[in-house]
């Protein structure tokens, strides 16, 4: 359902099947998944062991301890900083502040942005982990670091990724992942990631339809695209909560339709990560499935698609 005409995109349905409705008109419900979790490996070398394998399938995320050493996490908060004090920064448009503040609460495509970040966008030890998930060579669909300021970070509510990447961006079909490294301590208390453990597995069907330009106000708080409160509790009661305490340096790997949120924080320790998301070079965005434009290429890489060539292969 096009909720306005006169931004109608040229569609192909036939080639564009919308496999995921949603925001259109359906009441809520959760429907299955119809993608595996992951996909048989592109001939290369598992970079986990098969019990993580096992677990990134079932549950629908794991956690990498010590991926990254002190001072390459050293590194990453000097950029942070250096990033949230740059001028071009702050005026680029690619930065969302936090509700009611000015605050950086986003910084958008800093895997293009900053040297160092685009450094770790393709690093081996991430992105040979999404390659071999998704069984495929990657692109970076989308990176971002959500700074979760001490004492004014506000939450971001459960949701499911995919379904926004689906019906804002055009994602066909759920074959990419998020890997977040967390960038500072994630206490219990400072706002961690939250996950519904194997809720991937379901799709949650969202009322209501989706504003134009609706990502200015996502992104501070999301209104649109959420589950209702019946299915957060079908699937809270199912797959429980669990939250990702972890240290700097520390990898959190989960599935694009994993529903995940984080509380706000209102401790003094920020609790910054920062997000790359990797997608399947055969799952580009096609027009999205709202009918609405597509949103600007510092969220959704659409035109600068660069594959990530994995050097973990076996020799064949
Ligand atoms: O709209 C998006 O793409 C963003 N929204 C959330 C709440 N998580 C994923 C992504 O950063
Ligand atoms: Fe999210």
Same mark, same amino acid.
């Given at each position: 359902?096009?909720?306005?005409?006169?931004?109608?995109?040229?569609? =192909?349905?036939?080639?564009?099947?919308?496999?995921?409705?949603?925001?259109?008109?359906?009441?809520?419900?959760?429907?299955?998944?119809?993608?595996?979790?992951?996909?048989?490996?592109?001939?290369?070398? +598992?970079?986990?062991?098969?019990?993580?394998?096992?677990? #990134?399938?079932?549950?629908?995320?794991?956690?990498?301890?010590?991926?990254? =050493?002190?001072?390459?996490?050293?590194?990453?908060?000097?950029?942070?900083?250096?990033?949230?004090?740059?001028?071009? %920064?702050?005026?680029?448009?690619?930065?969302?502040?936090?509700?009611?503040?000015?605050?950086?609460? $986003? %910084?958008?495509?800093?895997?293009?942005?900053?040297?160092?970040?685009?450094?770790?966008?393709?690093?081996?030890?991430?992105?040979?982990?999404? $390659? #071999?998930?998704?069984?495929?060579?990657?692109?970076?669909?989308?990176? /971002?670091?959500?700074?979760?300021?001490?004492? $004014?970070?506000?939450?971001?509510?459960?949701?499911?990724?995919?379904?926004?990447?689906?019906?804002?961006?055009? *994602?066909?079909? *759920? /074959?990419?992942?998020? %890997?977040?490294?967390?960038?500072? !301590?994630?206490?219990?208390?400072?706002? +961690?990631? *939250?996950?519904?453990?194997?809720?991937?597995?379901? #799709?949650?069907?969202? !009322?209501?339809?989706?504003?134009?330009?609706?990502?200015?106000?996502?992104?501070?708080?999301?209104?649109?695209?959420? +589950?209702? &409160?019946?299915?957060?509790?079908?699937?809270?009661?199912?797959?429980?909560?669990?939250?990702?305490?972890?240290?700097?340096?520390?990898?959190?790997?989960?599935?694009?339709?994993?529903?995940?949120?984080?509380?706000?924080? %209102?401790?003094?320790?920020?609790?910054?990560?920062?997000?790359?998301?990797?997608?399947?070079? &055969? &799952?580009?965005?096609?027009?999205?499935?709202?009918?609405?434009?597509? /949103?600007?290429?510092?969220?959704?890489? /659409?035109?600068?698609?660069?594959?990530?060539?994995?050097?973990?292969?076996?020799?064949?």
């Amino acid at each position: 359902m096009l909720s306005d005409s006169s931004e109608q995109l040229d569609f =192909t349905p036939e080639i564009d099947m919308d496999c995921y409705p949603s925001r259109n008109g359906q009441k809520a419900q959760l429907v299955d998944r119809l993608d595996p979790v992951t996909y048989p490996p592109k001939a290369q070398l +598992p970079p986990i062991g098969q019990a993580a394998i096992k677990q #990134y399938a079932t549950q629908g995320f794991i956690v990498l301890e010590d991926v990254f =050493t002190a001072e390459e996490v050293g590194n990453f908060q000097a950029e942070l900083l250096r990033l949230e004090e740059d001028e071009s %920064i702050r005026s680029s448009g690619e930065i969302i502040t936090e509700p009611g503040s000015d605050e950086i609460r $986003s %910084i958008f495509r800093v895997h293009e942005s900053s040297p160092v970040f685009k450094q770790v966008a393709v690093d081996q030890r991430l992105a040979s982990v999404a $390659s #071999y998930l998704l069984g495929d060579d990657v692109y970076i669909h989308q990176s /971002r670091v959500n700074s979760k300021p001490g004492l $004014s970070g506000k939450e971001f509510y459960w949701h499911s990724d995919f379904e926004t990447w689906h019906v804002e961006d055009g *994602m066909p079909r *759920m /074959r990419a992942l998020s %890997i977040s490294i967390s960038l500072t !301590e994630n206490f219990h208390h400072n706002g +961690p990631l *939250m996950f519904v453990p194997g809720s991937h597995l379901q #799709y949650a069907v969202c !009322e209501g339809s989706t504003p134009k330009n609706h990502f200015l106000s996502s992104l501070k708080a999301q209104e649109y695209g959420i +589950p209702s &409160n019946d299915c957060l509790q079908t699937l809270i009661e199912k797959g429980d909560i669990v939250s990702i305490v972890s240290k700097p340096g520390s990898v959190t790997v989960f599935d694009c339709n994993l529903i995940h949120g984080s509380n706000s924080n %209102i401790t003094p320790h920020a609790r910054s990560n920062a997000f790359f998301v990797y997608n399947s070079v &055969n &799952n580009k965005v096609v027009s999205p499935f709202s009918g609405l434009l597509p /949103r600007p290429e510092h969220i959704c890489s /659409r035109n600068k698609i660069n594959p990530i060539i994995s050097t973990a292969k076996v020799s064949t």
